[in-house]
């Protein structure tokens, strides 16, 4: 099958050989996270109890401080807003898997920062009630992995015609590949069909913020203009995921 996508490539203003590669398909689409409201979680052996894609903890990366993430849960966080709030405590929030990635500890099947059903505080990632409680966005303390999701950033270098050397981020839809090995097993992912494909406005718009905080507000502004005449144009292909 020949799955059609559009895209588009934006030269960052305040770099020649900066490019932000976006894919038109997915941005325009009505995809919506839809946790809490019919998600059914990414392994199809969890039938207990629905935890989204949150079943193997936050891989951090470059752009993720550790140690913040243990200062939140030593001085912000209490038992009233993270339901696993002691564990975290007693054994630290993170460990390290057996490559040395650090992510956030698993706890009962799931990231230590889950609070599972029925807890008062409310179903769900804890900084993400954290920063509710505060009046913030939800991305303000979360792991990156966690708040682009469900937004993948790739950066390559290339080399132009002319041998400049350019660097090229290519944001599209994190898909089952994206999530590698393992990927393949999942039951179920929100993007193989269309359950989460019912927001009433394009991600552009419904994840302004985390593209702001990928690309930078001129990118951003430059991205939107684009796909605000995208969108009135209309034919936009419908996205397909590459599974």
Same mark, same amino acid.
């Given at each position: 099958?020949?799955?059609?996508?559009?895209?588009?490539?934006?030269?960052?203003?305040?770099?020649?050989?900066? %490019?932000?590669?976006?894919?038109?398909?997915?941005?325009?689409?009505?995809?919506?996270?839809?946790?809490?409201?019919?998600?059914?979680?990414? +392994?199809?052996?969890?039938?207990? !109890?629905?935890?989204?894609?949150?079943?193997?903890?936050?891989?951090? $990366?470059?752009?993720?401080? #550790?140690? /913040?993430? =243990? +200062?939140?849960? =030593?001085?912000?966080?209490?038992?009233?807003?993270?339901?696993? %709030?002691?564990?975290?405590?007693?054994?630290? #929030?993170?460990? !390290?898997? /057996?490559?040395?990635?650090?992510?956030?500890?698993?706890? !009962?099947?799931?990231?230590?920062?889950? $609070?599972?059903?029925?807890?008062? =505080?409310?179903?769900?990632?804890?900084?993400?009630?954290?920063?509710?409680? +505060?009046?913030?966005?939800?991305?303000?303390?979360? #792991? @990156? @992995?966690?708040?682009?999701?469900?937004? %993948? &950033?790739?950066?390559?270098?290339?080399?132009? $015609?002319?041998?400049?050397?350019?660097?090229?981020?290519?944001?599209?839809?994190?898909? +089952?590949?994206?999530?590698?090995?393992?990927?393949?097993?999942?039951?179920?992912?929100?993007?193989?069909?269309?359950?989460?494909?019912?927001?009433?406005?394009?991600?552009? &718009?419904?994840?302004?913020? /985390?593209?702001?905080?990928?690309?930078?507000?001129?990118?951003?502004?430059?991205?939107?203009?684009?796909?605000?005449?995208?969108?009135?144009?209309?034919?936009?292909?419908?996205?397909?995921?590459?599974v």
């Amino acid at each position: 099958m020949v799955l059609q996508r559009e895209w588009v490539t934006l030269v960052s203003p305040d770099d020649d050989h900066l %490019h932000y590669t976006f894919d038109v398909s997915f941005l325009l689409s009505d995809y919506t996270c839809i946790y809490g409201a019919g998600c059914q979680g990414v +392994r199809a052996d969890v039938v207990d !109890e629905v935890v989204g894609c949150c079943l193997h903890g936050a891989y951090l $990366n470059e752009d993720d401080d #550790p140690d /913040e993430l =243990a +200062r939140i849960v =030593a001085e912000d966080l209490g038992p009233d807003t993270m339901q696993f %709030h002691a564990e975290a405590l007693a054994d630290g #929030p993170l460990t !390290e898997d /057996e490559e040395g990635e650090v992510h956030t500890r698993v706890h !009962e099947g799931a990231c230590i920062f889950q $609070n599972r059903a029925g807890f008062e =505080a409310g179903t769900g990632c804890a900084l993400h009630h954290l920063a509710d409680r +505060r009046g913030e966005h939800h991305m303000t303390h979360k #792991p @990156v @992995v966690c708040w682009q999701l469900p937004l %993948h &950033r790739t950066i390559e270098e290339r080399t132009a $015609n002319d041998g400049a050397e350019l660097e090229v981020h290519t944001i599209a839809a994190f898909e +089952r590949g994206h999530w590698g090995e393992g990927g393949s097993d999942f039951g179920w992912y929100c993007m193989d069909d269309d359950t989460a494909f019912v927001a009433d406005r394009p991600v552009y &718009r419904s994840m302004e913020h /985390e593209l702001r905080e990928m690309v930078g507000d001129p990118v951003y502004e430059e991205l939107a203009a684009y796909l605000d005449g995208r969108q009135a144009r209309g034919g936009t292909l419908r996205f397909l995921p590459t599974v």
